[in-house]
Every structure is written in structure tokens, then in C-alpha cells.
């Protein structure tokens, strides 16, 4: 039996996994906007390197957003996982994008400003974007684990119909 954190670990990184498929595309194709890699590695001042921000995409994707996912699912308003997690991403969005953004100039980093807006109005509806399609991802996966769970385990004081 895993944990709601556990859960919300596996769902996190899942949801890492696809929002940087996307992240790729524009790198790749476009850039449509400023990638979110890229400005967490000028956040972090390393803008040369931007293995960085991958890195730091990936641990807060999967052990920070996704951890407190499993914690706070239970708790959102909504009725299914998926927009349970839409409602917990873009409120970690606006979460980052009015208080770590702009307090990272302030510490000293580069800024990018209240909501990334430095980056430009594209790089803010891109951000809005991949962070529902990880709310998304990060929901489903989660609910699929706990439904899961829910249909394999053994009532109490029972046994397994097979």
C-alpha cells in the first residue's frame, strides 16, 4: 500500500515527464516562449547552463508539487482528480509567480518579475498553459493509483473473492 505522498510522487514525476516533452517541443520547434527550464536556470544564476533548470524542474515537479499534490488532493474542491489537479497547479503557479519570481531579484538572482512577465505576455499564457496540462497529467495519474488501490485490497476481516 503506498501513501498519498508516494502517490503523489509517481503522479509528479509523470507530469514532469509530459509538461517537459512540451518544454522540448518549444525548445525545439519554436521557442514560442521563454522555457521554463531556462528561467529557472537564470533564477538560479546559471543562465549559461541550462541543465540547471532542468534539474530543478524535475526535483520540484516530482517531489515538491507532486508530494504536496498526494497531501492536499483529498482536501481541494472538485470532484475528479484531473481538475483537482488543474486547481492545484495553476495555484502553484500563481503561488511561484508572486512570490519566488519577483523575491528572486530581490535576493540578488536576475529578476523575471511578477509572473515571469519580463519574459514577455506569450512566456506568462505558455506557463498557464503547460501548468494545466501538468494539473492534468499530475490528477489522472493520481486518481488512476488511488482507484487502483481502492479495487485490489482486501475488505477487513475478509478474503479476496479470488
Not at 71 to 80: A, E, I, K
Request: aromatic share 10%; net charge positive; hydrophobic share 55%.
Amino acid at each position: 500500500m503506498m501513501s498519498r505522498v508516494q502517490k503523489g510522487v509517481i503522479a509528479g514525476f509523470s507530469a514532469t515527464i509530459a509538461v517537459s516533452l512540451l518544454e522540448a517541443a518549444n525548445l525545439y520547434f519554436g521557442p514560442w516562449a521563454a522555457s521554463f527550464p531556462r528561467l529557472l536556470s537564470v533564477m538560479l544564476q546559471t543562465p549559461d547552463q541550462m541543465i540547471v533548470g532542468w534539474i530543478a524542474h524535475f526535483v520540484v515537479g516530482t517531489f515538491v508539487l507532486g508530494a504536496a499534490f498526494g497531501v492536499l488532493c483529498p482536501r481541494l474542491p472538485s470532484d475528479t482528480p484531473e481538475s483537482k489537479g488543474i486547481l492545484f497547479a495553476v495555484g502553484a503557479f500563481l503561488l511561484m509567480g508572486l512570490t519566488v519570481a519577483p523575491l528572486v531579484g530581490m535576493l540578488g538572482g536576475r529578476s523575471v518579475g511578477i509572473f515571469f512577465m519580463q519574459a514577455g505576455f506569450g512566456t506568462l499564457v505558455w506557463m498557464i498553459a503547460t501548468h494545466a496540462v501538468y494539473g492534468i497529467v499530475l490528477g489522472n495519474v493520481y486518481g488512476r493509483l488511488v482507484e487502483r488501490e481502492r479495487r485490489h485490497r482486501a475488505p477487513v476481516g475478509g478474503a479476496m473473492a479470488h
